[in-house]
RNA sequence: GCCCAGGUGGUGGAAUUGGUAGACACGCUAGCCUUAGGAGCUAGUGGGGCAACCCGUGAGAGUUCGAGUCUCUCCCUGGGCACCA
């Protein structure tokens, strides 16, 4: 008989959907093990192997943790809003729906040749009406608690198409459609107070997540703590507020620099300037923030031809307007301290500005803050007045207390995050349940007209507004509900809310009467493990712990116990995308080897957390491996095993046991083939195929599962347990010790498991190419490590 | 530019976390088997050298008896930077 992997992928696909094994007892949450992967978009694409790279090795732990007694939970879903099906839809014309709808269908196919545990029956769609009912109620639930905000906020917009352009969209400040040059637009917009959780976002207590991403999202945030500064604009009544975290250098400001965008510019901006700076602000609107920020760019920026007071020494300083001073973080203008901050020095030389030193580093020296100090710095404070001679962190309490007593600023802790704006004027998203009143006031939909539906009478073509306003039954309805004059609001929400919450509605997919079900997502949150890519990092992973935090009334409740990312399957060393036209489809792969080598050799390709440049050589390994396994469970029954045999089956136990739990499916692999190269000749008893066949299941679940039966057992191998290695085969009668002289390797003895020092060096200085090394040198070391090595050091 | 990763044979990668660099595979070479499609089996395979040996984990320095692993500097590649998700 040859191994035929479609002929028994098949049957096993469909033996475990007709007897529902994975279809989960919800009620039953003891030894629970909640394992989910995000969801993918249902792009046009189709799923490429980066999916699969994802889902195969995820459903193997989750096989695993099922073997090991666990209860899992393996849910799946779709993403299904978003730009990519608008972008199609503008293009083609064919409706969002249709062409989400079609995809997910595809998708699905493509996802169950996988052979996963996933439980279908729990399947979610952000883009049906069931689900953003609830992502619409989800954001009521946000404006209830006054989490939810109106305010103006700039948008890229295209002047030509009429439209707004996702960053995505613009390519060198320039429409990625039409070239025409982006410019911003002011629009009001929604956003979620994210900032009120930025203390709890920054606690990770007790959470098992990858270093760098806890790190990535503390850095993301980007706590400061400083104070505001006051500085009165000089014949204006105004007063500009600055952020400074290194109050310390405030006697040596020489000039204060304004945003362009800022609301006050204006009517700040003397006549004499005025032509220059509105000029420059025009030139500012093209530029994004990434770009303005950059330390290596040129620093440009105009005098408003006014000047404010340091509060400090009475000083009047120069007002500049510069791009490189964002309006979204901080107060929108900084003070500039030419001395001591290298981006105001570039600034200060370039337009011949003065440059003051106000202090010093412990050894008298003028120094340049830079991040890693900022915090932490040694030395003092100099020609600053009252707050000279001062140590630096003691300058900086003191002139803050000074502030606070003459009104002059304030302690204050900034950060980074910027709340979540989560606006769209875009069509293919949920509509944001809000209504206007003839007064324009905001209203909130009430929740017994949810899901507010997202109409289907649009126009998605850009017409300068959002695509919502096209419909005149969105409207009709509204004033039938609300009343005459009433409208609704056109814009929709940012996918990431329909992902914010998604893993709490899982438990119970098909509940009618509210988000989800409470008492099953107090038995079954935290998702156990979380899996998905390190991209999602500050974004997504950040909103979905927020909106958990608020939904749960808990600051500190937590979503994800144990996150890990998958590695990027690259092509070509770049991200797959159909724009760059290098997507690589799995199906003729699944079609050619099966899903059980296309799995194992995806997982076999690397480290799971390090991804990789994709190509197929080396799948011919597995698929070798694959039969010599058939061969093997085939073979002869030998009524016992050989010494050799069980040790390598328990050496492949015992790593298998261990690299599993640390998602290293590749050494798990290499393991089980070093196993078979061992076995597959002498051929093995029936105690041991099987056991071998547990440690395979979960990597290939269709051929253990048909080699199980062939062994004639009658139940699934995914609940025959997991097996337990026994010491006693894997310790060594003896073991090679290595010999060293200076370092270097000189001989290899054969000695005893439990040889002594005395013993191990005795015998290395036998050895005659040892001795040969040592000839005419005066030994000063000898260093032994037990079951290792001898170091001779000589000279 | 800023934040975060990562650079090991011809290729994918392994290395008990400071102790034999290259496990397990791919590829390649030679031989066997008379050989229908992902052939199989055996042996070899980091570089140099007849050899003893020498050199080798992006580059350079440092710590150490000993460094792929720790420290510093530099170079390169990838991810993210808030409207792709």
Redo the contacts with the bound molecule.
């Keep these: 008989m040859q191994?035929?992997?479609r002929e028994i992928e098949q049957k096993w696909q469909k033996s475990w959907a007709d007897a529902g094994t994975y279809e989960v007892d919800m009620a039953d949450a003891a030894k629970k093990f909640y394992c989910l992967v995000?969801f993918?978009?249902p792009?046009g694409d189709k799923l490429h192997v980066g999916h699969w790279y994802n889902y195969g090795p995820v459903d193997s732990y989750a096989r695993y943790m099922q073997m090991k007694g666990f209860r899992v939970f393996e849910p799946f879903g779709f993403?299904s809003?978003?730009?990519?099906a608008e972008n199609y839809a503008i293009k083609t014309g064919v409706p969002p729906k249709e062409s989400t709808e079609k995809n997910v269908e595809y998708m699905r196919k493509q996802i169950r040749a996988i052979g996963t545990m996933y439980d279908w029956s729990k399947e979610v769609v952000t883009s049906s009406p069931e689900y953003y009912n609830w992502t619409q109620w989800v954001f009521l639930e946000l404006y209830r608690r006054e989490l939810a905000y109106k305010k103006k906020?700039p948008?890229?917009w295209c002047p030509k198409c009429q439209t707004?352009?996702?960053?995505?969209?613009?390519s060198d400040g320039r429409c990625e459609r039409c070239g025409s040059e982006v410019t911003k637009k002011e629009?009001t917009?929604w956003f979620f107070n994210?900032k009120e959780y930025a203390e709890d976002l920054l606690q990770h207590e007790g959470l098992d997540w990858p270093?760098?991403?806890i790190?990535?999202q503390k850095?993301?945030i980007?706590k400061s703590v400083g104070c505001d500064v006051s500085w009165e604009v000089d014949g204006h009544n105004l007063v500009l507020d600055t952020f400074t975290t290194t109050v310390d250098t405030v006697y040596g400001v020489t000039f204060v620099v304004i945003s362009p965008e800022h609301p006050e510019l204006k009517s700040i901006v003397t006549d004499s300037q005025r032509a220059e700076v509105e000029q420059y602000i025009e030139e500012a609107k093209k530029r994004?923030?990434?770009e303005r920020?950059?330390?290596?760019?040129e620093k440009t920026g105009v005098f408003t031809g006014s000047y404010v007071i340091n509060p400090f020494n009475g000083e009047k300083v120069p007002l500049w307007v510069a791009d490189y001073v964002l309006m979204?973080?901080g107060t929108g203008v900084v003070m500039g301290v030419p001395a001591h901050d290298q981006r105001d020095m570039d600034f200060a030389e370039k337009y011949m500005l003065k440059i003051v030193q106000s202090v010093v580093d412990e050894k008298g020296e003028s120094f340049v803050y830079d991040?890693?100090d900022k915090y932490n710095v040694k030395g003092r404070i100099i020609d600053s007045g009252e707050f000279t001679d001062l140590p630096i962190l003691e300058g900086r309490e003191k002139m803050i207390e000074y502030m606070e007593k003459k009104k002059i600023g304030r302690a204050k802790i900034q950060y980074?995050?910027?709340?979540?704006?989560?606006?769209?004027?875009?069509y293919?998203?949920a509509p944001i349940p809000i209504v206007y009143d003839p007064e324009g006031n905001a209203h909130p939909v009430p929740e017994e007209h949810l899901p507010w539906m997202l109409p289907t009478d649009v126009d998605y073509l850009p017409k300068g507004k959002a695509p919502l306003a096209s419909s005149e039954e969105f409207v009709a309805r509204t004033e039938k509900i609300f009343g005459k004059g009433w409208r609704p609001e056109v814009?929709t929400m940012?996918?990431?809310v329909?992902?914010s919450w998604y893993f709490l509605r899982y438990p119970n997919p098909q509940k009618e009467d509210g988000p989800f079900d409470k008492e099953l997502v107090k038995k079954w949150l935290p998702v156990d493990m979380y899996v998905g890519?390190?991209?999602?990092?500050?974004?997504?992973l950040l909103y979905a712990r927020f909106i958990h935090k608020v939904l749960m009334d808990d600051k500190k409740a937590e979503p994800f116990k144990r996150l890990v990312h998958q590695g990027?399957i690259?092509k070509d060393?770049?991200?797959m995308?159909k724009s760059k036209g290098n997507v690589v489809s799995p199906d003729e792969f699944v079609e050619?080897?099966?899903s059980d080598?296309f799995r194992m050799y995806l997982m076999?390709?690397?480290?799971f957390t390090?991804?990789?440049?994709w190509?197929d050589?080396?799948?011919?390994?597995?698929?070798?491996?694959?039969?010599?396994v058939w061969n093997f469970i085939h073979g002869e029954h030998v009524g016992k095993d050989s010494d050799e045999v069980l040790r390598a089956l328990h050496g492949a136990i015992k790593k298998a046991s261990e690299?599993m739990e640390k998602l290293?499916f590749?050494?798990v692999?290499?393991?089980l083939?070093?196993f078979?190269?061992v076995a597959?000749?002498p051929g093995a008893t029936i105690e041991a195929k099987k056991q071998f066949l547990q440690l395979l299941a979960p990597l290939a679940p269709h051929l253990a599962e048909e080699c199980w039966e062939f062994l004639g057992e009658n139940k699934t191998i995914f609940d025959a347990g997991w097996p337990s290695y026994d010491q006693k085969y894997l310790v060594a009668q003896e073991?090679?010790l290595?010999v060293?002289v200076?370092?270097?390797?000189?001989a290899?003895l054969m000695v005893p498991a439990e040889v002594s020092k005395e013993d191990a060096l005795k015998l290395a200085l036998e050895n005659e190419?040892v001795k040969?090394?040592l000839e005419g040198k005066q030994m000063?070391?000898e260093?032994y490590?037990p079951g290792?090595?001898v170091?001779l050091?000589v000279s």
């Design positions: 191994y035929n992997p995000m993918p978009y792009s993403d809003f978003g730009l990519p906020a948008v890229n707004v352009l996702a960053n995505e969209q613009v629009l917009q994210i270093e760098k991403t790190l990535m850095n993301w980007g994004s923030d990434i920020m950059a330390e290596d760019r979204n973080y991040d890693v980074k995050l910027r709340d979540w704006l989560i606006s769209r004027q875009r293919w998203g814009d940012d996918t990431f329909d992902s890519g390190p991209e999602h990092a500050c974004m997504h990027l690259t060393g770049a991200k995308s050619k080897y099966g080598i076999f390709m690397g480290p390090e991804g990789g440049d190509s050589r080396g799948i011919t390994g597995i698929a070798r491996f694959a039969d010599r690299d290293q590749n050494t692999l290499a393991g083939m070093s078979i190269n597959l000749a073991f090679e290595v060293q200076n370092g270097k390797v000189r290899k190419n040969s090394h000063k070391k260093i490590v290792k090595l170091n050091v």
